[in-house]
């Protein structure tokens, strides 16, 4: 557990995404929750001593992000969009997604216990809570996925900012909108930051600014290199090619999180169907 002040933790080193939390003096809102069942009575246990769970908020519906919502008993906080996506998680999908991308796959909860964690507290596009001495900015940034959403709270200068934030490189775009990403990712950068809690690997305490900017260079730099793919009339298994020349793979996230190998050939082919998919033009499948 990272403490970066006195009121706010993040959980990091572990499989899943970057679970993390504020302490106000009324209770505990949690941002996102442990990835894997296998560990959450843990989590609970260590995060208890700061009092009691009053909300969780979902930054995705990426089910690294919420699979255990159910093993807290609290309202969920999400977007709109996030919600009416989150049940396409289904039992079926989960356990295939796990084996495909861990190299020891979660034990997904049943149907029931993952039902429990439906967020049913939603907004469109912005809402504020209001806790003892903390504020809670929570916004529908779209990037990483339609129904993004990052929580700012500015009394500790901290973002959580979860998947639209990496420190890693590249950035994930099997399931983007890039050109709102980007717009996202400006809006984060006029921002009072000291701390922004990534979706995976490292936080970032320092220089939020240049992580930032690196991280919509890193968005420009791809999204302009399929669209050019796009205007030459490039097929999708040749565009494949370009791009992971273009982009070799990233840097792993931390071998904490146990995802299996993603690299070499064919790591781009998923991204760029997106991509294909989404971008004007010929879809050149």
Known sequence: MEQLTKNIFVKTGTRGCNPGGVITSKGLVLID??????YVDDYIAEISRWGKVL?????????DHNMTNGWFEAPVIASEITQDLVPTNSDRWMKFATKALYRDPFTVPAPEKYRQGYPTITFSQRLTLRLGEHTFQIMLLPGHTAGQTAVYVPEEKMLFAADNVSTM???SLHDALPEQWLESLEYLKKLDLRFIATGHGSLITDKP?????KQISAIRDRLAAVKKFKAEGLRLNEAAEQYEKMFPAEEPPPASEGFADRGGPGFGFFPLLHLYQIIGGNTGL
Not at 33 to 38: L, R, Y
Not at 55 to 63: K, Q, R, V
Not at 209 to 213: K, R
């Open 33 to 38: 929750v442990p990835g894997d069942p296998a």
């Open 55 to 63: 909300y969780i908020i979902n930054t995705e519906y990426h089910f």
């Open 169 to 171: 490189g590249g950035a």
């Open 209 to 213: 600014t240049f992580w930032l900017d």
